[in-house]
């Protein structure tokens, strides 16, 4: 196996301010660095694999990266993965274990059920097992109407947080998934959407668990749930996510697996061998992929930048080194740093200075801030000394 080609790009780009950074970048940043794309990015085809879905995904969920795509932006029905939005914004909520009374219209819904019935209390927790593990229409709908007073209220809410995470061609009209001509996703959207919903503590570790007891009812007490997904039972190191059916959909599956620190996504709609797609994709691409830790391509030292009318003529620059990187063989990483050609004192520890943006074949991946290693105090300026004098001083 050749080695992986590396190379480092440390370019300073000089921004015409006065004073401070503005980092301007189309990923928004989650808390370990990777970022996550704002809006869709154009996924070609990989021409060399191939599934039997309709549409398909495999995307590296630190990064954001695809990894695999077929017919990524081909928007399709996707059923009760659906759900996983429906469970992420329930997980959000407040009191998630106060009990309530269901609305009893809202529970009288066709499909997969958790068993509610009127008069049941139950708790937004427990709704979100019903929902990832029982696939339950009839917890979806309970939460719609708890959360937002009406299911098209919590519709919009739906359609508002897609927007946020960049679904650019995802349309929900049901909290379900029940088949509805204005419901619609892509692979690479519902890709996009486990991988923020992964990033809830809460929702990943509901969405691993093969069975749970939960209670709700009238009074409450405890019951069985097993979740539909059988990857968590047959495919070692499988961490979620949410399955899905309808005649109009077929076979949905959303699924993410952990090996030797990378996750994986796996996004199929309409594919009729779905459990077997996903570990022939797993399969694959785990064995394709090296973590690698970017210590050969991040600088190490000699990270400065001048300091005009302060008692250092520098500062020196630090950041936090990201988490593991998944590269393929024949991958090319560059580093970007990016700060303005000075700063003003003084200058506090800790302030944003600059960023580190790391690419992967030429696609931006991560974004490292660049703050100030230590404080730097002001000179004190005669009351008459100009801007300009203090600058070339």
């Known amino acids: 196996m050749e080695m992986l080609k590396k190379s480092i790009v440390l370019l300073v780009a000089f921004l015409l301010l006065l004073a401070g950074v503005r980092v301007t ?24 694999y191939q599934t039997k879905a309709k549409a398909a995904v495999l995307m590296d969920a630190q990064t954001g990266r695809v990894l695999f795509a077929q017919n990524a932006g081909l928007r399709l029905p996707m059923a009760s993965t659906t759900k996983i939005m429906t469970a992420l914004l329930t997980l959000e909520q407040g009191g998630l274990d106060n009990y309530f009374q ?4 809202a529970i009288r819904v066709e499909g997969s059920s958790m068993g509610l019935q009127e008069g049941d209390s139950v708790s937004l927790r427990a709704l979100a097992y019903g929902m990832l593990l029982a ?43 029940l088949d509805d001509p204005g419901h619609y996703s892509t692979a690479y959207d519902m890709a996009l959407l486990a991988r923020e919903a992964l990033q809830n503590p809460l929702f990943a570790e509901i969405c691993a668990q093969s069975k749970a007891v939960v209670q709700y009812g009238n009074p409450p007490y405890n019951r069985w749930l097993t979740n539909h997904n059988r990857l968590l039972r047959e495919y070692p ?4 996510v949410k ?25 199929t709609l309409g594919c009729p061998d779905d459990w077997n797609e996903h570990r022939r994709l797993f399969d694959r691409y785990f064995g394709l992929l090296t973590p690698d830790d970017l210590s050969g391509y991040l600088p190490h030292t000699g990270l400065q930048l001048p300091v005009a009318g302060g008692t250092e003529p520098a500062v020196a620059l630090r950041y936090t080194p990201p988490p593991a990187m998944a590269l ?17 004192a003084p200058v506090e520890q800790g302030d944003l200075l600059g960023h580190l943006t790391i690419c992967c074949n030429g696609e931006p991946v991560a974004e490292l801030p660049l703050t100030a290693a230590q404080p730097v105090e002001a000179t004190t300026p005669s009351p008459r000394e100009s801007l300009l004098e203090r600058l070339f001083t």
């Open 25 to 48: 970048d189309a990923h928004a940043q989650t808390p370990d660095g990777f970022g996550k794309p704002a809006a869709v990015q154009a996924v070609a085809d990989t021409p060399d």
């Open 102 to 105: 269901v609305d009893s219209d």
């Open 135 to 177: 696939s339950g229409n009839d917890g979806a709908n309970a939460a719609a109407v708890r959360i937002a007073g009406s299911i098209p209220a919590f519709v919009e809410r739906m359609n508002a947080r897609a927007a946020e995470i960049g679904m650019a061609d995802t349309r929900f009209a049901t909290p379900s998934g």
């Open 237 to 240: 190191g499988t961490i979620g």
């Open 243 to 267: 399955t899905g059916f309808t005649k109009a959909s077929g076979r949905c599956l959303v699924s993410c697996a952990e090996r030797d620190g990378v996750q994986l996504i796996a996004v």
């Open 328 to 344: 393929l063989e024949g991958d090319r990483v560059e580093v970007r740093a990016v700060a303005a050609p000075l700063v003003f």
